[in-house]
T-cell receptor
Framework: NAGVTQTPKFRILKIGQSMTLQCTQD?????MYWYRQDPGMGLKLIYY???????DKGEVPNGYNVSRSTTEDFPLRLELAAPSQTSVYFC???????????FGPGTRLTVL | KQEVTQIPAALSVPEGENLVLNCSFT??????LQWFRQDPGKGLTSLLL?????REQTSGRLNASLDKSSGRSTLYIAASQPGDSATYLC??????????????FGKGTLLTVNP
């Protein structure tokens, strides 16, 4: 199993640009999550999904959108990038509930 | 609102030393608590999960304790090795309403074990 994969690993955006961060898991997990981690800070939940077609907001959803059309994929969309969205983004998945989450390697995003 | 604090923010020790990392949380209504390890440029790996009804969990040289009533947990690392160098994060899962679905993370403790 590849586990949780994220692409790209690094990206630099200009203010106002849009992009999609990709996340795929091959463990047939029901739950998937997107977090952001700012320097020296803990992780904050952006969005999560409990299954295909079901998504819900976390602590810091503003400026982001998600979709979950399949069990495997959970892309995160930034529509109008702002410097405040400079962060490392982690995707995670779990079979049932927020325990025992498996994390991807992260995407480091810089908005200039 | 749950808040998780980890002390110290950074710790440097010589190889072989036993050490303790601390985690405190403001709301004792938790379902469980986890300790994670994060290596530079990598995602998180779960080390230990303690249910709210448990007092401690052990895995190899790691031992985590939980005192829910006082809102504290410790991670004890015995006979530290350079390979233990990483950031250690504590996270709690709430047990009521909207807090049940998510983990609240501390900022982490950056551990450096010197050869």
């Amino acid at each position: 199993n590849a586990g949780v994969t994220q692409t790209p690993k690094f990206r630099i955006l200009k203010i106002g640009q849009s992009m999609t961060l990709q996340c795929t898991q091959d463990m047939n997990h029901n739950y998937m999550y997107w977090y952001r981690q700012d320097p020296g800070m803990g992780l904050k939940l952006i969005y999560y999904s409990v299954g295909a077609g079901i998504t819900d907001k976390g602590e810091v959803p503003n400026g982001y959108n998600v979709s979950r059309s399949t069990t495997e994929d959970f892309p995160l969309r930034l529509e109008l990038a702002a410097p405040s969205q400079t962060s490392v983004y982690f995707c995670a998945s779990s079979y049932q509930g927020p325990d025992t989450q498996y994390f991807g390697p992260g995407t480091r995003l810089t908005v200039l | 609102k749950q808040e998780v604090t980890q002390i110290p923010a950074a710790l440097s020790v010589p190889e072989g030393e036993n050490l303790v990392l601390n985690c405190s949380f403001t709301d004792s209504a938790i379902y469980n608590l986890q300790w994670f390890r994060q290596d530079p440029g990598k995602g998180l790996t779960s080390l230990l999960l303690i249910q709210s009804s448990q007092r401690e969990q052990t895995s190899g040289r790691l031992n985590a304790s939980l005192d829910k009533s006082s809102g504290r947990s410790t991670l004890y690392i015995a006979a530290s090795q350079p390979g233990d160098s990483a950031t250690y994060l504590c996270a709690v899962r709430g047990n009521s309403g909207g807090s049940n679905y998510k983990l609240t993370f501390g900022k982490g403790t950056l551990l450096t074990v010197n050869p």
